[in-house]
């Protein structure tokens, strides 16, 4: 048998050999090389298909690369069907309204506007310090000093005053904040005004139930 | 004989009504071991809190109730050390009262509540906050540690507090600092007057505010301040004649002066809303 022929039935061939390709393959050096380089190969070609896929960063890279050259582009979506009408900014007015008004509303809730600060606000140039008037109170500090009372009715009197004074300040500290936004010592006492109020829910509630 | 009847009479019933009296008073006495910074908190609705320094590293806690109508409950969890006086049913301010005497180790951090009070802490040099309603605080001699006071309608006093920082919060107790100097004081009151004496320490933060409470801050000649007053309605004083300072604080409506005494160390905002300022000089 020649190289040739044997060459030729080598892909038929599987790992058994006849006695006369045997007898060629101890023979001849260039065919058995061949076969043994074939079947490095066969053992080989599993291990490689066991590798992992390249790391997404190598697909960034290329599609940037592609990007940068112009070879591939975004799609365009198609554009919305163009409405008629239009608004522009005229919705920004009666929105802005209703959240300055409710803004008012909370502030007049908590206390921050009553009737006769009202005035003094579109009036004076300098604030007028409100304090102790019985309707100093709000419904939720009545509310507290109820519990107040129920545990220990001698310091029903005393908390009652703290509040009214602490509400007091919140309204000139408020005021000020308001006439000067910008002004830090006003801003001041506004958060020390607060963090009063603050003490005294706190106090008043470790007198409430166990 | 009628006489001396008399008097055996007066005095057994002065015998009965002391062993009386004492037999409600149960003193009861708690000892503590605890490590390096310990933690000890008392919680006290009515009555006296003392507080002192004790060698060792260990807490005692003598407790006093005026009553059966409170006991004294205790916790010790490791490195910290819990008291609190527990109001039984029909228990007020007077039958609620209990008495506490406490030794800590010096570098303990401590918290004492009592809504009457008084409270006093001394000699220590841990953190401690003490917090009163009506309670009359007084706090002495404490150096590196922070001290926190919150009252409603309670005095506080310091005198000697250096080195640590220092928070008063009081909606109408007046605050009087005596030697108190640290890299933060601060006061905050709504109606109560503020009253400092003192030099300001060598550098520190200063910052003293009220609403409608007066403030009078009192000072030796070689102070080493930058100092700002403002009351919005109410007058300012000054006796020191002050070298102007950069300032945006200065352009604002009301009364004010600011500047700087020495090398301008401490930085010192005086501000009311409605009270007088005075900085004096001693």
């Not at chain 2, 228990?91 to 009457?116: F, K, Q």
């Not at chain 2, 009506?134 to 009252?151: E, F, I, M, P």
């Not at chain 2, 700002?228 to 945006?248: C, I, M, R, W």
Request: charge should be negative.
């Amino acid at each position: 048998m020649g190289c040739e022929e044997f060459q030729q039935i080598l892909s038929e061939l599987e790992d058994s050999y006849s006695l006369e390709q045997e007898q060629h393959l101890k023979i001849c050096p260039r065919c058995s090389a061949l076969v043994a380089e074939l079947n490095a190969i066969a053992r080989e070609a599993p291990l490689l298909a066991e590798d992992e896929d390249p790391s997404p960063r190598v697909w960034n890279r290329i599609e940037i690369a592609l990007r940068q050259e112009g070879l591939i582009r975004d799609s365009k979506p198609a554009p919305a069907p163009v409405r008629t009408i239009r608004w522009g900014r005229a919705w920004l007015a009666p929105v802005a309204a209703a959240f300055l008004l409710i803004f008012g509303l909370l502030l007049y809730q908590r206390g921050g506007m009553e009737p006769q600060t009202r005035q003094l606000v579109s009036g004076t140039s300098q604030p007028v310090t409100t304090c102790c008037s019985p309707e100093d109170v709000s419904a939720e500090q009545a509310e507290l000093l109820k519990v107040v009372a129920a545990q220990e009715p001698s310091l029903r009197a005393a908390y009652e005053s703290e509040f009214k004074a602490v509400n007091a300040y919140i309204r000139d500290a408020e005021l000020a904040a308001r006439r000067n936004p910008n002004d830090e010592i006003s801003q001041q006492y506004l958060t020390n005004a607060y963090e009063q109020r603050a003490m005294v829910y706190e106090m008043a509630m470790d007198h409430g139930p166990q | 004989m009628l006489r001396s009847m008399r008097s055996a009479s007066v005095a057994l019933l002065a015998v009965l009504a002391l062993t009386t009296f004492a037999a409600s008073q149960v003193r009861r006495e708690f000892h503590f071991s605890v490590h390096h910074r310990a933690s000890i908190s008392i919680f006290n609705q009515y009555g006296p809190i003392s507080v002192k320094p004790v060698s060792g590293h260990q807490v005692i806690v003598v407790a006093l109730p005026h009553s059966d109508k409170v006991e004294v409950d205790e916790n010790h969890s490791g490195n910290r050390v819990a008291v609190s006086s527990r109001l039984l049913p029909g228990a007020d301010a007077e039958s609620g009262r209990v008495d506490y005497e406490v030794w800590v180790p010096v570098n303990a951090s401590v918290i004492l509540h009592s809504a009457t009070g008084p409270i006093h802490a001394e000699k220590l040099h841990g953190d401690i906050l003490l917090e009163g309603n009506t309670a009359d605080v007084d706090v002495r001699d404490l150096s590196d540690g922070h001290v926190h006071v919150k009252t409603l309608k309670g005095p506080v006093t310091l005198t000697n507090v250096t080195e640590g920082h220092v928070e008063i919060t009081s909606v109408s107790g007046d605050v009087a600092l005596n030697s108190v100097s640290g890299p933060l004081v601060q006061v905050n009151s709504t109606t109560g007057n503020i009253r400092y004496d003192g030099d300001f320490g060598e550098s520190g933060e200063y910052s003293l505010m009220t609403h409608t409470g007066n403030i009078d801050a009192i000072t030796p000649r070689y102070a080493s301040i930058d100092v700002y007053a403002h009351s919005e309605q109410g007058k300012v004083e000054n006796d020191f004649l002050l070298e102007p300072s950069h300032t945006s604080l200065a352009a604002r409506a009301g009364s004010a002066f600011a500047g700087t005494v020495g090398k301008a160390a401490s930085s010192v905002k005086l501000l009311s809303f409605s009270g007088r300022i005075h900085l004096k000089k001693r």
